[in-house]
């Protein structure tokens, strides 16, 4: 569960708890996030998604979780 008011989208070592969520491949995790709430397409600081992760580290559930739940295919970082 998470507790009312908790801040899912808070930044922390360049990957918000989606992000961090997506790159260890934790389905549950992803699943709970995005239904309380968390801001699928938010960007790092250095311009990344969770989808962009999620793809790079080639968990094909958690970007079909993403694109599920509305995450932006055509989001490019900063440099494109």
């Known amino acids: 569960a998470i507790i009312a008011g908790a801040r899912l989208d808070v930044e922390v070592r360049d990957g918000t708890p989606l992000i961090w969520a997506c790159i260890g ?3 549950a995790v992803v699943s709970l996030l995005l239904s309380a709430g968390a801001r699928v397409n938010q960007q790092t600081s ?3 998604t969770a989808l962009m992760l999620a793809s790079a580290v080639g968990w094909e559930t958690g970007v079909s979780l993403l694109v599920g739940a509305g ?4 989001v ?3 440099e494109g």
Do not use: L, P, S
């Open 71 to 74: 995450a932006d295919v055509a």
């Open 25 to 27: 491949r934790h389905a």
């Open 76 to 78: 490019r970082k900063a």
């Open 46 to 48: 250095e311009g990344r």
